[in-house]
């Protein structure tokens, strides 16, 4: 892994792809041992989950569903303040058993509108499992059942992380380097 450049920013490695499915199958085992005869459903949270959901559900040896939804918050580096809901959730979740699969929380501002949302649905069980989490970044009171990596609040890139569209298909994960 070596410096990389996206756009007008340069961004240093910070996880190894190796890092990464190690966390992906540590958390996979929590959930096949708590979930073993529940059938639980996955919601993942889309653009950025869908590397972490992909490959936790390669570890997954327990029955499982998933559907996708489209939550967006940043633009560029810089979150907008406003969670916008481009794909809504078509599945019932009335006594189901709830899995929310993220790629980062930080602020917690978009599972703090979204959590209300599915609630009302009354699920039978509702947890989040998030590769990053940001805990200096939070501000909403959100408990996170399953986490990959605590994080600094620093602006994140690779495997399912962006900068304005691009980086995604980067399967390690990059640091922004701060202009002097």
Known sequence: ??????????????????QI?????RIAAEINESYKDKK?????????????????FKELTIDVEICFIKLASYKGTK???????????????????????????DTGKTMNEFLPQLKNQSPASLKIATLLHKPDALIYPIHLDYIGFNVPN????????????FGRNLKEIYQLIEAE
Request: cysteine-free; overall charge negative; aromatic content about 10%.
């Open 21 to 25: 499915d190690i966390e992906i199958k």
């Open 79 to 105: 979150s907008t303040g406003q969670v916008i809901t481009s794909i809504g959730l078509d599945a019932t979740l009335k006594d189901r058993h709830v899995v929310v699969i993220e790629d980062i929380v």
């Open 40 to 56: 639980p459903l996955f919601i993942a949270i889309l653009n950025g989950s869908f590397m972490f959901a992909s490959d936790l």
């Open 1 to 18: 892994m070596s410096v990389i450049q996206l756009h007008d920013k340069k961004f240093t490695p910070y996880l190894t792809a190796s």
């Open 154 to 165: 620093k602006f994140l890139l690779g495997f399912g992380l962006d900068y304005d569209g």
